[in-house]
């Protein structure tokens, strides 16, 4: 996920932490980091969606007209 933010929206999610990465997910209650790393997880997905749909339709238009 990290290199195709890089890649395509030109941002670098550096905030995230290893330790974060490999705590233990299987909680029943999520640490306050773990939350935010989700959260911030479900963002990038959105924002790289919505470029990429732009862009799909940006070369739809162009390729019919």
């Not at 929206?9 to 640490?31: A, D, M, V, Y």
């Not at 997905?45 to 339709?57: A, I, S």
Request: with cysteine; glycine share 2%; aromatic share 22%.
């Amino acid at each position: 996920l990290k290199s195709v933010c890089v890649q395509y929206l030109e941002i670098n999610p550096g905030w995230k932490e290893k330790e974060t990465t490999l705590s233990k997910w299987n909680r029943k209650k999520l640490t306050e980091k773990q939350l935010k790393y989700a959260a911030s997880d479900a963002w990038i997905c959105l924002h790289l969606y919505t470029f990429f749909y732009y862009k799909l339709m940006f070369n739809l238009y162009y390729t019919i007209y």
